[in-house]
C-alpha cells in the first residue's frame, strides 16, 4: 500500500473514532474504549479490503462481517454511516428510544450489519457458519470476525476454533482487538489467555501478528490470510484501548462509559488535530 | 393398532424423505446422531451434514451463520443441551435475529430411563417458550412427526422440536380427517365432561385415559397439541367453554410448559378449572422408562387422578 493511501486510511479510521465519540458522547452511553481500539481495523476491512456494495447490503456474493465483541457497534456503525449505509444523522439516535440503534450491533434495524452480537463469545462460530455455507455453495466470499481479547475467555470461542479447522475454512479470518484490558483491568490479571499466537496455531490456524493501529500492516495482514490455503486465518492486533483521546487509553475506566461534554471536547479536539495532521 | 415407531426414528426418516426437495437443508449433531437419529441422513447427504462434535453452543452458533446464508439449518442433541446447555445462543443468536434455525431436542422427558436425572430434560418447553418468537412443537407420534418437519421446513422462524426416545404407537393416522397445521391442535376425540390437552407421547396415554374414563361413565375430549407456541387459544377457548374444566398432560415440569401456557390463557380468557398433569417440579432419576414413568405418575392413570380432581372442581 502506498503511503497516500495508507494516509487516507487512518484518516478515515480517525473519522470513525470522531463519529464513534459523538455518538457516545450524544448517548450519553456506550462501549468507547474498544471502539476506539477497533476503529484502524474497520477502516480498512470497510473501505479496502470487503467486497460490499452499500446500496446492495443483502448481496449474496458480498464479503460478511461479524463483530463478535458487539457492544462495539459504536465503530461499527460510525464505519457503516461513513462507508454509506445509511446518513450519518441517525447515529445521533444511537441508544435512543426514538430510533433503532441498539446498544449492541443489531442486523435487521442497521444497514449493512451482517449478525446481531453482543453476548461474548458467539460470534466466531457465526462467521465459521457463513464461512461453511461458502464453501457448501462454492462461493467466493470470505468472512471477518472481529473479536475483544477479553472477550475470547468464552469457551465457545475455542469450540469455534476447532470446528473453524476441522472444516478447512479457509475463507474465514478472525482478528482479535488485544488491547489488553476488559471491565475489572488487565486481560493478563482478570484471566490471562496468552500465548495467543501458539494457542491458535495448535487449534490448527494461520496466525499473524501485526499493529492493530498500522493501516498498511493490517491491510498486508488481511491479504496474507487471503492467500493462505486449507486453514482458517487468526489475524492476532494488538491495539491501544482508547487509542487517539489520551485521558482514555490504556485506561480499563473507559470501556463502557461515556465522556462528559468537557471530556468529548477534549477528545474531539485530540482527535480532530490527528485527522488534520494526516489531511493536511 | 397403528405402526410403533420412536418420534426419533420418524425425524430421521423425514429428514432423508425431503432433503431432495429441499436442497438448502442441512443438518447439524453435536456427537449424538446414532441416538438423535440423523445419521440416516449423514449417510445419504454427507456433504450437507455437520458432526460439530460435544460443543452445542458453537453448534447454534454456526446454524445461525449458515441461515444467515439461505441454509435452513436442523440443529440436533438431547433435549438437555440443545434447549439447555446452548440455551442462551438459541436466544441471542438465532431468536433474537429471528433467523430460521431449527432446534431439535431428542430424547426429551423422562423417558429417556436408565440415563437418569442429568439427560431428562424437563424444562425444555418452558426454556425455549419464555424466548419471544420462538416456536414449540412436541408432536406425539411417526405420522405427526413426519408432517411436523415437513412443516418446519416450508415455514420460514425459529422453532424448537423435542422428540421422544421411545417406541409409541401411532395414533393420528386413524383420525378422520386428521391434518397438521403449525400452531393447529388437533381434537383426536370429542367429550363433553372434560378436556385432556396433551402434548408429545402424554396424547396416548391421554387416549387411554379417555376409555378409562368412559368405562366410568365420563366423556373426556382429547386434544393434541403438537404445538405449545404459538399456542392454539381458539381451540382451548373452545374446549373450556364447551367441557367447562382442562386437564393438561406433559412428560415436563408442570412449571412453565403446556399446562403453564393453558392456564395462562385461561386465567385471562375463560377461568374455569385447570390441573396440570406433569412432572410436579422435580428432577427424574434412573430407571426402566416404563417404570420411571409409571414412578412419577406420568400413566393413563395418572391423567385419571386428574380428571377426576378437575371434575370436583367444577362442580
New interface residues.
Partial sequence: MNEKRAKELAATAAKIRLAALEAVHTAASGHIGGSLSVSDILAVLYFEKMRIQPENPQDPERDRFVLSKGHCSPALYATLALRGYFPKEDLKLFRSIEGHMSGHAEMHHVKGVDMSTGSLGQGLSVAGGMALAGKIDQKSYRVYAVMGDGEIEEGQIWEAGMAAAKYKLDNLCGIIDVNGLQIDGATADVMPSEPLDKKWEAFGWNVIKVDGHDVAAIADALDAAEQCKGKPTMILAKTTKGKGVSYMENNAGWHGKAPNDEQYETGKAELEAILKGLEG | MGEVIATRAAYGKALVKFADQNPDL?VLDADLASATMTNGFAKAYP??F?D??I?E???????????????I?FVNSFAMFSAGRAW??VR??VA???LNVKVVGSHGGLSVGEDGATHQCIEDFSNMRVIPGMMVLCPCDGNEMEAAVAALLAHKGPAYMRLGRLAVETVTDSIPGYHFELGKGVELQDGKDVSIIATGMMVQEALKAAQILKEQGTSARVIDMHTIKPLDEALVLKAAKETGCIVTSEEHNVLGGLGAAVAEYLSENCPVPVVRHGVMDEFGRSGKAPLVMKAYHLTAEGIVEKVKKALAMKK
Fill in positions: 442441512v456433504e450437507r455437520f460439530m462434535g460443543a453452543s458453537d453448534m447454534v452458533g454456526f446454524a445461525a451463520g449458515l441461515a444467515t446464508c439461505g441454509k439449518p442462551e445462543q441471542n443468536s433474537y435475529p429471528g
